[in-house]
């Protein structure tokens, strides 16, 4: 580039860049004023003698989903949830970080839909088993738990399931992320993959492309992906079912990337708290219910809904751990406890179930 | 709480919500606006033929610095730097997401630097040794390459050093991050700890905690501190040296936390391009320079810095690998290749040196 070709560069670009500056000016000024808006929401809810932390599901999911609606672009939507999270976080963390737990280890899907919830500004709190998370919150000494509740190909996750019918915590979020499964091995010829090691889910994932892609190999079910991907880097002739990072871990070649059956191979997890959350206009309630074994029990058991007009989003059913109900059932509805019309249904419920457990209300994911 | 306090809470908090609805609006707008203007930098570099990325490392450095100095508060400015970097790396991507290359897998310390400095719109690349980290940008598979090169406490990374003395690669930006070790264990008295498991680099990072605490115990290395985790779970009388990920991993206790000698224990990453950075202001430069092996040959070699008054930052000889010199040193000033006095200074040293390599010169790490 010539020397005038250059200092017309610069000219063209010193204009832009004063625009940059004046604005990333007027964003430090607006982020300080809104962590002092947030500091006086704190100081006002103490002087009405309200204790507890100023964290608002409700009103976190309706800021988001505004912001999203009057999006001008071109930041994409996923970017302007991202940056508003963070500045909440932020915010809140000024009167005392939340502390967050969840299935660890760091690097985890657990991990991720921890942060994407709360923010860079909470303070993560990795147990070693699902029930420990639901300690930690239960005894205090986390304010939050993230728990996997249900993957969009797999089904359940029955832990998370069992622990919901006894922990005393209310469900206030939900939090909903991508899966992708690869196909590792250093073998590069399919005829001579004879086992195929995974974790269970993960296998259970990508099922459909095994019987269709290696029909013959031995599926053989391991603690965790990790795991499988350390016996494929060791066994010759095996491959494993793994993200990203096992992976790298174990310097295996992506023979297949994205192998899961579902395109929209998702994980769903619920936030768990001390309490539920407030209306925010698009909202689920979560229940456990149940009902003695009789013929037509289950349809019996949902009429005060449907006779309500109320929508199911989901309705899973599992075998009862004590000897008073054979079935336990897992719904979510569409609507907060809160609304009349729910709320209607839910006393009818009450009047007309074995066993009602009202989990909680609280906003759909937002993106 | 009362109805009456209740109306009273609301309506005082119905204000300052409105004034953050409003203050929420104008980030939004304001977030838009920049990435426009980022567009923009685009569209000029590209009438102008200036072919490559806008990603530009002193000019980042620069509006990180400007905005750290006029902080009005309360947010801290860790949390101004963390937003800002998540703008710039939001409207980058807008383009294209930079590609980042690192030591694997993902939720190490390589990967809390890479999204450190990048941002959450990159694209992580996770790589399974560091030769590949540098391969995947000088293939031009990944744009920038993120690698450890010194721990505070142990040292040089020994690895990283001898591919700076080959790669075409030019440093751009420096990282550098906490580490923190514990001593994790199922025993719980000190006495029964008969062998300790880590990594080498953090038993030596923990050398004089272990003269001290553990003066009998063995110590052995292994692969990786999460290794060791596994070998003191599975193995009653040992213990491990590892961070927060292993001990959640393995449910092994945190017996002490923060046993690392040094209480800055930090790693230090270097950022790896094309190109090296334009001046910010406040910048390094990284040389590799090499002398025949006489008395007082290295004291020689340096006087061209010191008669220029410029300061070294960091000095470390390493054994050369080829028969021509004995030793290469790996050297850091402070400033930037194209001010003068350091460019005098440089082109004095390239006369006098065996052998003098200029890794690049780029910003002082922002936090």
């Given at each position: 580039m010539s020397d005038q070709t250059q200092n017309d560069l610069q000219k063209a670009l010193s204009g832009v860049r004063a625009d940059i500056d004046r604005i990333d000016g007027e964003l430090l000024k607006l982020l300080n004023e809104r962590a002092r808006c947030a500091q006086k929401v704190g100081e006002i809810k103490a002087e009405h003698g309200e204790?507890?932390?100023?964290?608002?599901p409700e009103r976190e999911a309706q800021v988001l989903r505004r912001l999203q609606d009057t999006n001008p672009g071109p930041l994409p939507g996923e970017n302007i949830t991202f940056f508003f999270r963070e500045v909440m976080s932020a915010c809140l963390a000024l009167e005392e970080p939340l502390g967050i737990a969840f299935l660890g280890p760091l690097g985890t899907f657990s991990e991720s839909a921890a942060t994407k919830h709360f923010g860079h500004a909470a303070r993560l709190l990795p147990q070693g088993a699902i029930d420990d998370v639901f300690r930690e919150v239960e005894s205090g000494h986390a304010h939050y738990a993230v728990v996997p509740v249900e993957n969009s190909t797999e089904g359940a996750v029955g832990r998370t399931m069992d622990l919901l019918l006894s922990t005393p915590l209310k469900i206030c979020g939900e939090v909903v992320l991508r899966i992708h499964q690869n196909l590792l091995s250093n073998e590069t010829d399919f005829s001579k993959i004879t086992k195929v090691y995974s974790h269970a889910q993960s296998l259970a994932q990508c099922h459909e492309w095994l019987n269709r892609m290696l029909p013959k190999a031995q599926r053989i079910s391991v603690g965790s992906n990790a795991q499988a991907a350390q016996k494929a880097a060791d066994e010759p002739g095996t491959a494993a079912i793994a993200g990203e990072a096992a992976a790298a871990r174990y310097s295996l070649p992506k023979l297949v990337e994205n192998i899961e059956d579902e395109p929209n191979n998702t994980t769903r997890f619920l936030v768990l708290g001390k309490h539920d959350a407030g209306a925010s206009g698009r909202d689920k309630t979560s229940l456990i219910m149940s009902a003695p074994n009789r013929t037509g029990a289950l349809h019996e058991l949902l009429q005060p809904l449907s006779l309500a007009g109320v929508s199911m989003c989901r309705l899973e059913s599992r075998p009862a751990r004590n000897a008073l109900w054979e079935y336990v059932f897992y719904v979510d509805i569409e609507g907060h406890r809160d609304e009349p019309a729910i709320k209607a249904a839910l006393d009818k419920l009450a009047a007309s179930a074995a066993y009602l457990k009202i989990l909680g209300s609280y906003p759909v994911a937002v993106y």
């Amino acid at each position: 580039m010539s020397d005038q070709t250059q200092n017309d560069l610069q000219k063209a670009l010193s204009g832009v860049r004063a625009d940059i500056d004046r604005i990333d000016g007027e964003l430090l000024k607006l982020l300080n004023e809104r962590a002092r808006c947030a500091q006086k929401v704190g100081e006002i809810k103490a002087e009405h003698g309200e204790a507890g932390h100023i964290y608002r599901p409700e009103r976190e999911a309706q800021v988001l989903r505004r912001l999203q609606d009057t999006n001008p672009g071109p930041l994409p939507g996923e970017n302007i949830t991202f940056f508003f999270r963070e500045v909440m976080s932020a915010c809140l963390a000024l009167e005392e970080p939340l502390g967050i737990a969840f299935l660890g280890p760091l690097g985890t899907f657990s991990e991720s839909a921890a942060t994407k919830h709360f923010g860079h500004a909470a303070r993560l709190l990795p147990q070693g088993a699902i029930d420990d998370v639901f300690r930690e919150v239960e005894s205090g000494h986390a304010h939050y738990a993230v728990v996997p509740v249900e993957n969009s190909t797999e089904g359940a996750v029955g832990r998370t399931m069992d622990l919901l019918l006894s922990t005393p915590l209310k469900i206030c979020g939900e939090v909903v992320l991508r899966i992708h499964q690869n196909l590792l091995s250093n073998e590069t010829d399919f005829s001579k993959i004879t086992k195929v090691y995974s974790h269970a889910q993960s296998l259970a994932q990508c099922h459909e492309w095994l019987n269709r892609m290696l029909p013959k190999a031995q599926r053989i079910s391991v603690g965790s992906n990790a795991q499988a991907a350390q016996k494929a880097a060791d066994e010759p002739g095996t491959a494993a079912i793994a993200g990203e990072a096992a992976a790298a871990r174990y310097s295996l070649p992506k023979l297949v990337e994205n192998i899961e059956d579902e395109p929209n191979n998702t994980t769903r997890f619920l936030v768990l708290g001390k309490h539920d959350a407030g209306a925010s206009g698009r909202d689920k309630t979560s229940l456990i219910m149940s009902a003695p074994n009789r013929t037509g029990a289950l349809h019996e058991l949902l009429q005060p809904l449907s006779l309500a007009g109320v929508s199911m989003c989901r309705l899973e059913s599992r075998p009862a751990r004590n000897a008073l109900w054979e079935y336990v059932f897992y719904v979510d509805i569409e609507g907060h406890r809160d609304e009349p019309a729910i709320k209607a249904a839910l006393d009818k419920l009450a009047a007309s179930a074995a066993y009602l457990k009202i989990l909680g209300s609280y906003p759909v994911a937002v993106y």
